[in-house]
């Protein structure tokens, strides 16, 4: 399973909501059929920015989070 | 014809106690490598990570996605109760509660009645809050009228206003 797919799914599913970098990680860590460190889901969820697939922001309460964007709803839906 | 062997079916037939710490343990801190070395040492299975990621697509993913959607349910109904409670919460406030309720949900091992229970609280404590403001509030009020009165009584003391006058600025402030 494609990793960055999946990442879409956990923020589809909280849409709404922020997540965290660690929170992501804790749901899609071995759903690919493989481990996954922190430093792969957040690589993944940089590219995922890059294709402006997820949104990265800095709240001034929470932190750095992420969310997922309406380009990455329509491509979860292609 | 032989019947294909499921990957995962020695990992089914676990005892019960070692089904459940294999599931929580993914569902946790675990990758497959610790769950693969914890099957080896504690329950002498050996299995390869396809068949584990079989077991986990099939015992622990549906669990991870039914706690992040309780989690956002959870949470919207939180931000339901404090929009019904006395305090005015703004929207930023009300977005600020939601988020902060939904990642206490998301955390695996915290149970949603002692969320609640916390919520619960924050909004008494709120609203506790408000009303000892406006208690304050109301003190200041009455401290207010109570100099005005005393001022406008030695007013009338010293002959400075009439009667019909001190009357009708009592009865604009409420006093009578």
Redesign the interface.
Known sequence: MNLQREILE?LR??S?????TA?VH??V???T???KTLTDVASELEGLERKGHARGLNHE??GHRWAITDAGKVRLAD | MARKTRKDSKLDTLPPDRFEALRDG?LGDW???EALDWLDKKCNVTIS??GL?AF??RH??PV??ER??L??LR?QEFTKAAKSSPVDWDAAAME?L??IF??IL?Q?DVDAATAKRFGDMLLKDKSLNLDLRKMRLLEKKAKRLDDAKKSLTAQKDNGGLSEETLELIERTLGML
């Open positions: 956990v599913d909280v709404g909501h922020l997540m965290t929170s804790a749901q860590k071995c759903s059929g493989e481990d309460d929470f | 993914l990758g497959y490598q990570i396809s990621s986990f697509a622990c993913a991870l996605k992040r959607q989690a956002v949470a600020k939601n988020q939904f990642e998301l695996p």
